[in-house]
Structure formats: C-alpha cells, structure tokens
C-alpha cells in the first residue's frame, strides 16, 4: 500500500530533551511537509523540502531541525529551544509543480512535554 | 500572501440533511483547492482537489466547487449520515507556490 507513515503514535518528552519524529513516504513525492496542530489554531508550516538535502523554514521553525538525506523520509527534531512543544505533529507530501499536486497525510504523532 | 477562512467553526446537523460548508480565500490567483477530512486524533484524509481550470469535483456524495471570481469554494454534502461527523477543512495553493494555505476547518456533527 502507498502511503505516509509517522512514528512513533505518542511521544513523551522530558523538560531539556531532544525528539525526533519519523516521517516515511513510498509515493515517490518529492515534496515534503512537517505542520504542527493546536487547538483552534489550525494547521501552521514548520518545515518544507521540496528535493533531497534542501529544505526550507515555514512560519514556526524555531526550536525544529530537519533533514532530507532520502527522498522517502523527513525526520523532524524537536529540540530543547522548542519552548511549548506539545501539540499534534503532521508529516505530508506531494509532487511538485503542477495544478493537480494533491497532498498526503500521515496518521500523527501527539507530542507531550512531562 | 492567501488567507483561507472556513465559516461556520462548527455546524450541528439532523441525518439525512444536504449541507454545504463554506471556504473563502483572498488570492483570486488560486492553483488550485483541496479538501481534507480530520477525525479526532487522526491525520488529514484528502477528499477533493479542484484545479484552477476546474469548477467542481464530485465523489460519491460530496461535491466541491471552485469560484475564483468570488475567492469561494464549497463543499456540498448529500444525504448526511452520522459517520460524516468530522472536521472538515480546505486549502488553497496560490499561483508560484506550491506550500498550501489552511484554514481552521468547520466540525461537523451529524446527529441521528
């Protein structure tokens, strides 16, 4: 089955410490997308990449790193700067460049801070 | 820079209505326009995409239309059943970018 995959389902962060959340696509998208979800906030961009080793910051990137070393996975690190980071994390993906580049989601990753 | 505003947040329905639910958008230079159903706890499930030479998009019992003109988008509902309980939410792609604008989506409740 082509599909998104996120990993882990629920996270359970410590005060000071880094997680990494898993993000592995086999729809060959070059395209890929981390958006974080709050609570009538709605959707908000983190981090994009739209080709392997490049990536750019959306409008929340501070406290977030990510890298693109393959075309199927996005790993979002969610490090210690992150101030407030438990919320409801969203990977995506999609081809790019044409009017029909339709978006795909993963299932999420719910992120706590103890 | 595209703003998407979905109204109502929220909308109480009997089973068996047809509804609608609304999607503005400010860039008439739209790419295109898709919509997505969240369940609760779940990720975002793509239900239509409407390119910008397109006016609507059917499946099964949605239907999703696309007016640049009026910067609108709806999404029409038939014959609403409980399982149809869910928050929907739309987003835009304006022309030269492919990073897409949501908005805060509408919840939906289908009652029996």
């Known amino acids: 089955d082509g599909g998104i995959t996120q990993s882990p389902k629920y996270l359970f962060r410590k005060e000071g410490q880094n997680v990494t959340l898993s993000c592995e696509q086999n729809?060959?998208?070059?395209?890929m997308y981390w958006y974080r979800q709050d609570p009538g906030q709605g959707l908000r961009l983190i981090y994009y990449s739209q080709i392997v080793n490049d990536f750019q910051k959306g409008d929340i990137a501070e406290g977030y790193s990510v890298s693109r070393e393959k075309k199927e996975s996005f790993p979002l690190t969610v490090t210690s700067a992150q101030k407030n980071p438990t919320a409801f994390y969203l990977c995506?993906?999609?081809?790019?460049?044409?009017?029909?580049?339709?978006?795909?989601f993963g299932p999420g990753t719910r992120l706590t801070v103890l | 820079k595209q703003e998407v505003t979905q109204i109502p947040a929220a909308l109480s329905v009997p089973e068996g209505e047809n509804l609608v639910l609304n999607c503005s958008f400010t860039?008439?230079?739209?790419?295109?326009l898709q919509w997505f159903r969240q369940d609760p706890g779940k990720g975002l499930t793509s239900l239509l995409l409407i390119q910008s030479s397109q006016r609507e998009q059917t499946s099964g019992r949605l239907n999703a239309s696309l007016d640049k003109s009026s910067g609108r988008s709806t999404l029409y509902i038939a014959a609403s059943q409980p399982g149809d309980s869910a928050t929907y939410l739309c987003a835009g792609r304006s022309g030269g970018s492919y990073i897409p604008t949501f908005g805060r989506g509408t919840s939906l409740i289908v009652h029996p």
């Open positions: 995506a993906s999609s081809i790019v460049g044409a009017e029909s580049n339709e978006q795909f």
């Open positions: 729809l060959n998208h070059d395209a």
């Open positions: 860039d008439s230079a739209i790419y295109n």
